[in-house]
Structure formats: C-alpha cells, structure tokens
C-alpha cells in the first residue's frame, strides 16, 4: 500500500483503507482495455511471437496488481499513535526551567508558548511543529533539544490546543513570525544566538521566517518541498496517469524549493531513510537547490517521520551542528 495517508499535511487526508480500492479501479479499467484488444487482434506471423510476449507480460501485470489491490497488510502497531505528554509540572523536578508565556500574532490573537531555559544554554532554539503538533505531547523533541544544552521556545498554532482562531497557510506563518519576533523584541535574544528548526509542516514556516530574518543556522527535519514536487513523489510513476490531485491554490503559491535556493544560512536537512510521508527525495531535493555554503544533509537509517528525536545519532547531528554554528559569549 501507497504512502497516502497524509497527502499535503493539513490541507488533505485520505484514509488508508481508501486508498487501495481507489487504485484498483483507476489501474485495473485500462489494463483490462488494452489486454481485451491484445487478445482480440489478429496479429501477422511476424508478429506472433512478440505478440504471445506482450500477451504474457499483460497477464503477469494484471496478477501483480490484483494482489497488491487484495492483500492489505493492518499490523498490530499501526493503530497507534503514541504521543507522551508533558505537563508544566515535569519542570519543577528537573534542572530546566518553564515559563509559560503568550505573544500576540496578527488578528490580535494571542498563542501560548513555552520558553525552557537551560541552565548552561548557548543559545536557543525556535521549534516549528508539524501538522499534529502539540506542545504538550513534545516530550521526546523538548528531551532531545534542551539536552543539547539549549534553550527552546516551542508554542501551538492557531486553532491548536487551547489557542484561538483557525489554521491556514497564511496564518502559521504569521504565528511563526510572531513567534520569532517575540524572542528577538521581547526577550531580547540576539539572532546569532537562535536556531530555526522545523518539522515537517514547520519546515514551511522556518523556511519562510528564515528567508527575511537572521539566525545561527536553520534545521529542517522530514522537510517537504512544493505541492507538485510532493504529490510526484508519493505516487509511483506507473500510476500517476491515473490519479490527479486537486490542490488548494494557497498551498501551489507555497515552495521550500524556492525558498531554500535564497537563503545563505547555515543549513542542516534531516530524514529518515523510511519515511513514507516525506520521503528522503525531497530532503534531497532541497540540499540539491540550497545555496548555503555551510548545509549538510543526513539521512537516518530506520528513520521514520516522527521518530528522529529519541534517536542518539540525531541529538549527537544536532548537538555538532548547534557548537559549530552558535558562537560563544566574547570574555570582557
């Protein structure tokens, strides 16, 4: 079965079991077409023998995709999405210190955030959650973060948790801008002390808040690309005759490839060799197109979409990448 689960995050979802009955018809109709006219032709005796060939390649085809239409493999584990949660509790029995706090986005919304302050930070981290990000269910990106000796500032979108409003493109990217602006105005951060981090969907939002704005150094993790370039790759060229996407015209406006290949800061792109909801070609995409003199791509052996954080290899990639690029405090 396809990867389709989660086609263009937060604009579309398709349900899995959907999926394969929906290929079924749209590649068994012309296939059964073309193998009705290769039988019913009389061909020429040149052509008997290439003719008994492609008659006998039809057939195997047509076996191939009756099986995978008819055989759905639902494992034990699929139905769960594990997400710990955390609480502001957690906080007062560890070394980090909580501030919950709120800043306001355009259409005088007010979001919620967190600021967790490492005791011996060198600098902080903007942390942009994909389409089912919640704060209070990051526990493993807040561990794997702050144990880098690094503050972080995480927060919900619009329309998340308890925040008001709805989510659009539009507005995440505001609530993304406001968010970084909180911490250079408000806190008093400097830029060459923050490191833009996006996951996912975030990674449209670091991205974009990135392109205008300085930072340390800008990490993308399970990125995505552009709408077209997306739905090419979560489609197997055999099968992208038959089938078609009708997508939101604010998300075609919308492209990490045009984006990236602007932008001169310190770059670090992160995948999972498996995941099947951006795959690892369009994390390659992006480090193909990116201009930044100082950009590395890895991608993670047995890395899935969410599960990069808990992973040692990944907080040591994050860990180097955060002592090379955030300069320490001149002595007096």
């Not at 948790?161 to 105005?185: E, F, S, W």
């Not at 060459?192 to 670091?206: A, E, N, R």
């Not at 047995?302 to 860990?319: M, S, T, V």
Request: neutral net charge; aromatic residues 10%; charged residues 20%.
């Amino acid at each position: 079965m396809f990867p389709l689960r989660n086609i263009l995050p937060a604009a579309v979802y398709i349900p899995a079991f959907a999926v394969p009955a929906s290929l079924c018809l749209n590649f068994l109709t012309p296939l059964l077409f073309i193998l009705f006219n290769a039988f019913q032709a009389k061909p020429t005796d040149f052509m008997n023998a290439t003719r008994k060939i492609y008659r006998a390649g039809i057939i195997g085809i047509i076996i191939l995709v009756f099986t995978t239409c008819t055989t759905i493999d639902i494992k034990e584990q699929d139905i769960f999405d594990i997400k710990r949660t955390i609480s502001p509790e957690y906080f007062t029995q560890s070394e980090l210190k909580l501030d919950q706090v709120s800043f306001e986005t355009n259409n005088d919304l007010r979001l919620n955030g967190w600021f967790i302050t490492h005791p011996s930070a060198r600098g902080t981290v903007l942390f942009y959650g994909g389409n089912g990000f919640l704060k209070e269910t990051a526990h493993g990106i807040i561990q794997s973060i702050t144990d880098q000796q690094m503050n972080l500032f995480i927060f919900n979108y619009r329309g998340y948790g308890k925040n008001p409003g709805n989510p659009t493109i539009l507005g995440v990217k505001a609530d993304g801008l406001a968010a970084y602006q909180y911490l250079v105005k408000v806190r008093n951060i400097d830029p060459s002390k923050i490191i833009i981090h996006g996951h996912s969907l975030g990674t449209l939002v670091g991205l974009y808040v990135a392109e205008n704005n300085p930072a340390a150094g800008l990490v993308l993790e399970s990125p995505l690309t552009d709408a077209e370039h997306f739905t090419d790759e979560i489609v197997p060229k055999i099968l992208r005759p038959f089938i078609q996407f009708n997508v939101d015209s604010t998300l075609l406006e919308d492209s990490n490839i045009d984006r990236v290949s602007k932008i001169q800061v310190p770059l670090l792109i992160l995948v999972g060799k498996d995941d099947p909801i951006t795959p690892p070609a369009m994390a390659k995409k992006l480090y193909r197109v990116a201009v930044s003199r100082d950009k590395r791509l890895m991608v993670l052996e047995d890395g899935n979409h969410n599960d990069l954080p808990n992973r040692e290899d990944y907080q040591k990639i994050i860990n180097n990448f955060y002592q090379k690029f955030i300069r320490p405090v001149a002595a007096l």
